[in-house]
């Protein structure tokens, strides 16, 4: 989920298929324990695997193991098999003294002579501590290495302190100072949990786009440029060259860059699609025809994306862009021969919620959809600090439920809750 931003509305005439996709190679066979793919379906141990998932960024940011411990459990007793949080977490030097004293979670600290790694206790031991207690309720874990956002020290970061003030988002998947710090950084990742069965996949960022929530874009990084699939190229080589078994995806939204991007109506006149168009920066079906990377992922938030959906004047509603929208996605993952995983999705408001998700769900059981991921998991009856502790942003736990950032769905909403389980 990003924080905030402003794009077009849309319209899915037809599909074109603008750039030429590769075949992917075979990985080698991988050990017993770790999932692979097998054309558009993931595998386990020789049978087919396919899942319901859930979104969790802040379990690494728990400092009460037992609650980490009960999510999870709570998790698995609901048939979740794969949960998506994040891989870092960084700050600047001078937010050092309210990290300490607020007991938050940190792997980088960065300053002017670029970035210092935790494995301190307040550090790497606690996302070490996710991934062991995953493992004892048979989860798996995405992890994803940076954002795209401003959120818990984001690519932003890399450019403010090696790029300099100035500097365009963009920067950041061009720049080789930055691209080597980042590289460091996932090696430290990769590394440490290589051999381990309980990471589902590696995932080079989250939402890569031109811009970000603080900075622009530069011209260079324009629809057609290729900036960000090339930097998705070798940033997934590199991860493969670490290691030969886990799966690696983008993380990105699944934004198409089509030859003949959709129009829709805004405010009585036909406006070309952000989601289409190219502008965000990323091309869907070439990245997806990418050697390593080995299943595709895309994001889903109509809603938020195009509030004139459902009001007067639009032709169209969020339940119907988010049906054509996972449509749009399985028939490429079908031509490409991967599979596809909806990582992300969300509506606001629980009558919404009810409303619209058994639709989506069923369109995407329909399309064979590998995985699903809502965003994102609510967890009640947290303990840590009395049940009431605020992390960063607006993400805290409030009388013992996890962040509620409008897309929450708590276990007790099971008007929702049970169109998952
Ligand atoms: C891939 O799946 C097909 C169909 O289920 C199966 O026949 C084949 O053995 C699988 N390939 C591997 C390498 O497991
Ligand atoms: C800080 O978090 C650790 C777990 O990482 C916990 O053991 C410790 O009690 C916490 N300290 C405070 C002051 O809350
Ligand atoms: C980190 O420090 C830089 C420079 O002072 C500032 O621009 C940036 O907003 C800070 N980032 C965060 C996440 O605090
Ligand atoms: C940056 O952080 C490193 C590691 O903590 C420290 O050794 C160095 O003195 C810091 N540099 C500046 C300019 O603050
Ligand atoms: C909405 O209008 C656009 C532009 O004319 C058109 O392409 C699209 O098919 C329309 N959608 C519906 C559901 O009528
Ligand atoms: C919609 O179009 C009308 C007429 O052109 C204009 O006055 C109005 O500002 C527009 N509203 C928005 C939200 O763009
Ligand atoms: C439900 O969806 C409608 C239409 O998108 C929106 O206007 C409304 O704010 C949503 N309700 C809540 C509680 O978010
Ligand atoms: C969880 O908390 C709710 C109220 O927030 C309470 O009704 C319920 O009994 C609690 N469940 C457990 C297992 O403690
Ligand atoms: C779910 O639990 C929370 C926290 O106890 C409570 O505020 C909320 O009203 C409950 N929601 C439902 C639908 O029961």
């Not at 207690?133 to 798996?140: G, L, Q, S």
């Not at 622009?216 to 440029?225: E, F, K």
Request: hydrophobic fraction near 40%; charged fraction near 15%; include cysteine.
């Amino acid at each position: 989920m990003r924080s905030v931003l402003a794009v077009s509305l849309f319209g899915l005439a037809g599909l074109t298929f603008a750039s030429p996709l590769q075949s992917h190679s075979e990985r080698s066979e991988v050990p017993s324990g770790f999932v692979t793919t097998n054309g558009t379906s993931f595998q386990l141990d020789g049978e087919p695997f396919a899942f319901v998932g859930t979104n969790s960024f802040w379990l690494p940011l728990l400092t009460s193991e037992d609650d980490v411990h009960m999510t999870l459990e709570t998790m698995a007793a609901a048939g979740v098999e794969v949960v998506r949080t994040w891989g870092f977490n960084a700050i600047n030097a001078s937010e050092l003294e309210f990290a300490t004293s607020t007991n938050l979670t940190y792997y980088q600290v960065w300053n002017s002579s670029g970035w210092t790694l935790n494995e301190g206790p307040q550090g790497l031991q606690r996302l070490d501590y996710v991934v062991s207690a995953a493992a004892m309720h048979d989860i798996r874990l995405i992890i994803t290495f940076t954002n795209n956002w401003v959120g818990y020290g984001g690519a932003d970061l890399y450019v403010n302190w090696l790029a300099g003030a100035g500097a365009t988002h963009d920067t950041f998947f061009t720049d080789p100072t930055i691209i080597s710090s980042y590289q460091q950084y996932v090696q430290t990742i990769v590394n440490r949990y290589k051999d381990s069965p309980t990471v589902f996949a590696w995932e080079l960022m989250n939402e890569a786009r031109c811009t970000s929530d603080l900075l622009a874009s530069s011209a260079a990084c324009h629809p057609g440029s290729g900036t960000l699939g090339l930097w998705y190229q070798q940033q997934s080589d590199y991860v493969r060259s670490l290691d030969p078994y886990h799966m690696i995806t983008t993380g990105g939204e699944g934004e198409f860059y089509w030859a003949q991007p959709d129009e829709y109506w805004y405010n009585g006149t036909l406006v070309s699609d952000y989601n289409f168009n190219g502008e965000a920066g990323e091309d869907f079906e070439w990245t997806l025809g990418l050697p390593n990377i080995d299943f595709g992922v895309y994001h889903m938030y109509p809603q938020t994306w195009y509030p004139e959906l459902d009001y007067p004047g639009s032709n169209f509603s969020v339940e119907e862009w988010g049906l054509d929208w996972i449509e749009a996605h399985a028939l490429t993952a079908q031509m490409v021969g991967k599979p596809i995983v909806i990582e992300e999705f969300g509506a606001t408001g629980l009558d919404n919620k009810t409303a619209i998700y058994p639709a989506w769900v069923q369109r995407t059981l329909d399309t064979n959809h590998a995985g699903i991921m809502w965003w994102q998991w609510g967890q009640l009856n947290l303990t840590e600090d009395g049940g009431n502790q605020a992390f960063k942003y607006t993400d805290a736990i409030v009388n013992g439920a996890s962040p509620n950032d409008g897309f929450t769905v708590y276990t007790n909403q099971t008007s929702v809750f049970d169109v998952f389980t």
